[in-house]
């Protein structure tokens, strides 16, 4: 009974990180606001400037102040209190977040961001000890010089129970402020948007301040 129940967490935990819990998001209302809050928090992306899906819009919430009730993959543990995120959703399996940060320097920010990608560079490692259940497997997509810099990641995870889903992260900074995009779907590396996924995170890093 008890490997019964630890597959189980381990596949209800990994469904709801892989998709984002787009269950939950479909009840979420959409808008089409500027992306930003009332509060002074940078912009945010649009649905639009998401990777572009086959047959479906990109939906979003509103910016909504601390963090996600589902973070990205393997940096959850590290956002503080004073993040800010915005979830993105489709019609079908496909789902996004974003969180940003406001450090309260540079200095501050560029460990911030630092500490991000170093999550990120161990992300399948870490997910493998975390849910013995799943083989996860990542590369590393290079850095884009836009504003201080930004970063990709993938990782592919397959599980047990026959589930392979394909995320795609990214961090980039500008000044004191950090931010992180995930975008997710159930596929495997021929399936991650890369191109698309860039042009998106170069957005969301020019949109910062």
Known sequence: MQTTRTR???????AVLAAGAALAL????????DGTSATDTPRFLEPAELPPHATSLWYGSDVTAGQPEVPPLCVGDALPSISSHRLFWTDLDTTAVQVTVVEPD??????FAALLRKKLADCAQTLMEQYPDITATQKYYGKQLVEEGAEVFGVHTV?????????LLSVGRD???VTVVRWGQMGDFEQAQVGDFWATTV??????Y
């Open 175 to 177: 000044g004191r402020t």
């Open 203 to 208: 957005r969301a890093v020019n949109k910062l």
């Open 106 to 111: 540079e200095q501050r920010a560029a460990a």
């Open 8 to 14: 189980r967490s381990t596949r209800a935990a990994l």
């Open 159 to 167: 599980g047990g129970w026959g589930a392979s889903d394909i995320n």
């Open 26 to 33: 479909a009840a979420v209302p959409s808008t089409a606001a």
